[in-house]
Nanobody, 126 residues
Framework: VQLQASGGGLVQPGGSLRLSCAVSGSTLADVTIGWFRQAPGKEREGVSWRRRGGGNTSYSNSVKNRFAISRDNAKNTVYLQMNSLKPEDTAVYYC????????????????????WGQGTLVTVSS
C-alpha cells in the first residue's frame, strides 16, 4: 500500500484547506485510514480516522466540529477538510493506513499503522 498526501500550504487563521491522501495498492474499503500531525518540537498526534469497511469516523477533541474526513472511492482518495483553522493547527500532516481490523479506540494509536504517506505542511499564520 502506498499513500501520497497533498494539499498543504499557507492559510490565514479562520481559513480552510483540504488535504488529500491518494491510496494505491488497496481499495479504501480494505484499509483504515488515519490522519496524524506533528508540530515543530511536539510529538505526533492523531487528528481523524476512518475505519475500513463501514467507514465510521472519529476526530480528536482539538479538531472536532472543524475538520471532516471523507473518501472518494472512484478516486481511491481520502480527504481531510479543515475549516476554521487556527495557528495551533500548524504542523506536518500525515495520512496512514492499515489493513488491520481495529476498533475505533485503537485507530488513534499511530503504532497500529503499517503504511505512511510523506507528509504535507500546513501553516496557519497571518
Amino acid at each position: 500500500v502506498q499513500l501520497q498526501a497533498s494539499g498543504g500550504g499557507l492559510v490565514q487563521p479562520g481559513g480552510s484547506l483540504r488535504l488529500s491522501c491518494a491510496v494505491s495498492g488497496s481499495t479504501l474499503a480494505d484499509v483504515t485510514i488515519g490522519w496524524f500531525r506533528q508540530a515543530p518540537g511536539k510529538e505526533r498526534e492523531g487528528v481523524s480516522w476512518r475505519r475500513r469497511g463501514g467507514g465510521n469516523t472519529s476526530y480528536s477533541n482539538s479538531v472536532k466540529n472543524r475538520f471532516a474526513i471523507s473518501r472518494d472511492n472512484a478516486k481511491n482518495t481520502v480527504y481531510l477538510q479543515m475549516n476554521s483553522l487556527k495557528p495551533e493547527d500548524t504542523a506536518v500532516y500525515y495520512c496512514a493506513a492499515t489493513r488491520r481490523g481495529l476498533i475505533m479506540g485503537r485507530c488513534r494509536d499511530d503504532g497500529q499503522y503499517d503504511y505512511w504517506g510523506q507528509g504535507t505542511l500546513v501553516t496557519v499564520s497571518s
